[in-house]
């Protein structure tokens, strides 16, 4: 999740590399409902990264490059929790993941 989303971690790996993401939040749906200890952040976004191999071996390219996008949930509950829930779609294939490939992250963290 705190990578290029539609791909597993280790899918493309660089000496050097550019990370961005592009996200659009929209407000949170059951704010008027008067729950106080639930929130609900829906989201879409955009991930690229460029990655870039000082000395490749023979036969891997020097550069690559690979995107996702996808919509997720981030949100809290009974106050000291947090989670996030993402739909990511690989844009780019690569050597184990298709284009179009889907994946679904589930992160939740407890702040004490």
Same mark, same amino acid.
Not at 35 to 46: A, E, G
Not at 78 to 102: H, K, S
């Given at each position: 999740? +705190?990578? =290029?989303?539609?791909?597993? +971690?280790?899918?493309? !790996?660089?000496?050097?590399? =550019?990370?961005?993401?592009?996200?659009?939040?929209?407000?949170?749906?059951? *704010?008027? #409902?008067? !729950?106080? $200890?639930? &929130? !609900?952040?829906?989201?879409?976004?955009? %991930? /690229?990264?460029? !990655?870039? #191999? /000082?000395?490749? *071996?023979?036969?891997?390219? &020097?550069?690559? #490059?690979? %995107?996702?996008?996808?919509?997720? /949930?981030?949100?809290?509950?009974?106050? $000291?929790? +947090?989670?996030?829930?993402?739909?990511? =779609?690989?844009? *780019?294939? #690569?050597?184990? /993941?298709?284009?179009?490939?889907?994946?679904?992250?589930?992160? =939740?963290?407890?702040?004490?």
């Amino acid at each position: 999740m +705190e990578n =290029v989303r539609g791909y597993l +971690e280790s899918e493309a !790996l660089g000496d050097n590399a =550019v990370h961005g993401t592009v996200e659009l939040s929209f407000p949170d749906p059951l *704010q008027k #409902t008067g !729950l106080k $200890n639930f &929130s !609900l952040v829906p989201f879409v976004f955009y %991930d /690229i990264a460029y !990655l870039k #191999t /000082i000395d490749p *071996q023979a036969g891997q390219n &020097s550069t690559s #490059t690979i %995107d996702g996008t996808g919509a997720g /949930i981030r949100g809290s509950f009974m106050t $000291n929790f +947090e989670y996030e829930v993402d739909w990511a =779609v690989a844009m *780019q294939p #690569t050597a184990r /993941i298709p284009r179009d490939d889907e994946r679904i992250y589930f992160k =939740v963290k407890a702040n004490l």
